[in-house]
């Protein structure tokens, strides 16, 4: 079930009637409902993956318990959290890259001189959000055996914090230290985290349906005829697209925040303004902040994080970066996408200036940035950007040939989109969109904070009546996010 869609404003009002007026006395209930409610949710696009989830939970649920039996056994607590990575990681490997690694040996086989068919592929069907649950089950496991948690003897809280519909299919991945403690306790309406949630809500919807999917047409145009266009034209569908991506999947963690919160439940930040971002490293710290921090808590640290020596601290880094690229996505594409940004993370690093934004943003105490923080930002915004060729691009080929376009074919021809768009309407939206995060970059979770009545309902009326005039039906308006 999409957020942006007809069935889920039916059915978010329902389930909300339900677990306050009907079920709020009783914590058993509530989750009760909430697992029905998700399995409903996510059962929407294809009711046999719900299997998949079901199976999944009762796997981790047992095997949280053995861990935790077996402390004082290393070795059999080990076993057990490896049956845990193993069964979801092989899960994940399957559903999402079978087919990949299968033609990527073919393709090698193949460049040596010999020819195999490919008849071991399959017809496999992407489970929606599987990249997600499967990661936040295995946290809770992780958790266990490194004793920063006790399990949950209550298979009905845990089916619910695996399966929570608001971030079930795109996050925030979330660990059980934060979500399942909310949901092993019964929760109580509070009008202002509801109030909160709302206005999430909406400037989620805000970002997805007037920036991300006014914008995806043209996206799409320029990548798919990108052959037919000037360099001025490709630099500027990489641009939007970066626009996209950010409203899209922002917009979605912002609904998914605002929709837990009208359930008396808090999820984490994933964004924080990424594109103010000062050096790579403060990029990462505010863009998918949920992944990057899974990554760095049971991959990079484990490995030895920066604790180790430079090369290995780089090497660290690198299989983190890759990791995630391919996380991403079953394509060269994303691990090479993961492996530029290795590159442009390992610099940072290096000079100790990869923390030195962790706790700041720009313009910490003026209203206005220095010129060396803008043109920070602005190299950090292209650096990303120029990134997103790999990460938007079908094919490694198709992504070098974007990139030889824009450097043989460097010439301005103004951009007109096949229905006839006016690119100004875009340009002014994207700039007042960018100029009105800049004034609220201190805080992600209240999007409307001025003071004065008159102002914030002048806001409302404005996003509003944004969203009416830049919806269409007509445009494919499912989240990018999905398919990973």
Do not use: C
């Not at 592929?121 to 920063?148: A, N």
């Not at 008396?264 to 992944?291: C, D, T």
């Not at 010439?411 to 994207?430: C, K, N, S, T, V």
């Not at 995060?437 to 201190?442: C, K, P, T």
Request: charged share 15%.
């Amino acid at each position: 079930m999409l957020f942006n869609s007809l069935d889920f404003l039916i059915f978010l009002p329902v389930v909300f009637i339900l677990y306050w007026f009907v079920f709020k006395k009783s914590l058993k209930v509530q989750n009760l409902l909430v697992i029905a409610a998700s399995y409903v949710f996510y059962g929407w696009w294809d009711w046999r993956f719900l299997i998949l989830i079901f199976f999944s939970t009762v796997l981790d649920f047992f095997v949280g318990q053995q861990i935790f039996k077996n402390q004082d056994n290393k070795q059999r607590a080990k076993y057990w959290l490896w049956v845990s990575v193993a069964f979801n990681l092989g899960l994940l490997g399957f559903f999402k890259y079978y087919n990949f690694f299968v033609d990527s040996f073919i393709e090698a086989v193949s460049a040596l001189g010999y020819n195999i068919k490919s008849v071991w592929t399959l017809r496999i069907i992407l489970p929606v959000g599987i990249s997600f649950y499967t990661f936040q089950t295995m946290s809770y496991s992780f958790d266990i055996y490194y004793k920063k948690l006790e399990p949950t003897k209550n298979f009905i809280s845990f089916a619910a914090f695996v399966a929570f519909f608001p971030q079930l299919v795109a996050g925030p991945i979330e660990r059980a230290s934060n979500l399942l403690n909310q949901i092993n306790t019964l929760r109580s309406f509070k009008y202002e985290q509801a109030s909160s949630g709302l206005k999430l809500i909406l400037w989620g919807f805000f970002k997805k349906l007037v920036i991300a999917d006014s914008l995806a047409p043209i996206v799409d145009d320029i990548f798919t005829n990108y052959t037919d266009y000037p360099a001025s034209t490709l630099i500027l569908g990489v641009s939007l697209f970066s626009f996209q991506v950010y409203g899209d999947f922002s917009g979605y963690t912002d609904i998914a925040i605002g929709t837990a919160k009208l359930f008396g439940v808090e999820l984490m930040s994933n964004f924080k303004f990424p594109n103010f971002s000062r050096n790579i490293a403060e990029y990462w710290q505010r863009w998918h902040i949920s992944l990057s921090t899974w990554f760095r808590h049971y991959l990079y640290i484990p490995m030895g994080g920066s604790r180790v020596s430079k090369l290995k601290s780089l090497r660290n880094i690198a299989v983190i970066f890759l990791v995630s690229g391919l996380w991403h996505g079953a394509n060269w594409t994303f691990v090479f996408w993961g492996g530029i940004h290795a590159l442009l993370y390992m610099p940072v690093f290096l000079m100790g200036r990869n923390r030195i934004y962790a706790d700041n943003v720009i313009a910490e105490r003026t209203w206005l940035p220095s010129i060396t923080e803008i043109l920070q930002v602005l190299l950090t915004f292209i650096l990303v950007t120029f990134s997103r060729i790999f990460f938007r691009s079908p094919t490694l080929s198709s992504s070098f040939d974007f990139i030889e376009r824009i450097g043989s074919n460097f010439y301005y021809e103004p951009y007109m989109h096949p229905m006839g768009y006016r690119m100004f309407d875009f340009y002014l939206l994207i700039a007042l969109f960018t100029f009105y995060e800049y004034l609220i970059r201190r805080d992600e979770r209240n999007p409307f904070k001025f003071k004065s009545p008159v102002v914030r309902f002048l806001l409302y009326t404005l996003v509003v009546l944004s969203i009416l005039l830049f919806y269409d039906d007509g445009v494919n308006r499912s989240f990018i996010y999905f398919q990973f």
